[in-house]
């Protein structure tokens, strides 16, 4: 469907240098599918990281368990985070 086609990639920030930009897509076309991926999950592993110890040095006091359950909060919204907490209240209770 697409095979032969390039696909004009942009960033979303509009502060990258043009010049940068083209660079950086360049490389990130240079990678086969494997590699993409593993950067992929190498990049979210980092921001997972870095959103848990901002949470961390937010709520010195809470433990571990009520730390996850923020970051589930702010990364999946209310209604997830009710459902996680509401299984964590009846793990607990059983």
Not at 13 to 40: F, M, Q, W, Y
Not at 48 to 75: C, V, W, Y
Request: avoid cysteine.
């Amino acid at each position: 469907m697409l095979e032969g086609k390039r696909i004009k990639m942009r960033f979303p920030a509009g502060d990258t240098n043009p010049k940068v930009e083209k660079i950086l897509i360049e490389l990130i076309r240079g990678k086969n599918v494997s590699e993409r991926i593993s950067k992929v999950f190498e990049l979210s592993a980092i921001t997972r990281k870095l959103s848990m110890r901002a949470i961390t040095r937010s709520n010195p006091g809470l433990d571990k368990s009520e730390l996850k359950l923020i970051f589930i909060k702010h990364q999946y919204g209310d209604d997830m985070f009710n459902k996680v907490k509401s299984y964590y209240t009846k793990s607990k209770n059983d």
